[in-house]
């Protein structure tokens, strides 16, 4: 069965515990513009889900917010000594993050997860909380496009593949996941010969079945997470 957007977020977490081992997890989703509210946490009282809000910009969370990138206690506190940074309330209630992710779709940002009290060293987790923040906001973008009605504005009518829009979307998250990681990314240009010319010879439908299964070949010769 699919999981639907309302369900990412607890099975984040419960499976960030689980992964890390970690006494805390928490995750914020945006309430407006520039403020995250916390939805769902482990480790922490029930009641604190819905009560506390961070400002892009205040705290860890707010900072990895503002720099739209995976921060952990070593970032925060170099930080800190080049700039003055305003405490949020996440901290003012007590609460604790080691790392911190920012859940970055194609459509902007959908939440933040932290962690706290980790049997491993934070400095060797930060990578993985990265992927795995990375891997939250696939399944945000593939929920919201394959159970929403955005389908049809992202595939191409004639070739039944993603089109130019949702490629220059796609390539920016990959272009910062490639950063992150420091890993190399590739990118594969098809150009079909003299097209024009079969066009103006033999019609609009031969070109377009030309078209169409240059396009289905690529489909079936690549992996999905190719796409």
Request: hydrophobic fraction near 40%.
């Amino acid at each position: 069965t699919s999981v639907i957007p309302e369900d990412i977020p607890c099975v984040a977490v419960r499976s960030i515990k689980t992964f890390f081992k970690a006494e805390h997890v928490t995750y914020f989703v945006p309430e407006t513009n520039d403020t995250f509210v916390m939805i769902m946490g482990t480790g922490y009282p029930a009641e604190l889900n819905g009560n506390v809000r961070v400002k892009i910009g205040e705290g860890i969370i707010g900072l990895a917010l503002e720099h739209r990138k995976t921060l952990n206690l070593e970032d925060y506190v170099d930080i800190e000594r080049h700039s003055r940074v305003t405490i949020s309330e996440f901290e003012k209630n007590g609460l604790k993050a080691d790392i911190v992710a920012p859940i970055i779709g194609l459509e902007g940002i959908y939440g933040v997860v932290t962690i706290a009290g980790m049997a491993f060293r934070v400095s060797e987790e930060k990578r993985y909380m990265s992927m795995i923040g990375d891997i939250i906001a696939l399944a945000c973008d593939k929920a919201r496009v394959f159970l929403g009605n955005d389908l049809e504005s992202i595939k191409d009518d004639l070739c039944n593949i993603f089109n130019r829009s949702y490629f220059s979307q796609r390539f920016v998250s990959e272009l910062k996941k490639a950063e992150n990681y420091l890993l190399p990314l590739s990118l594969v240009v098809l150009e079909i010969d003299d097209i024009k010319s079969v066009i103006e010879k033999y019609g609009r439908e031969a070109g377009n079945f030309i078209i169409k299964s240059v396009g289905e070949v690529a489909k079936n010769k690549t992996r999905r997470a190719d796409f």
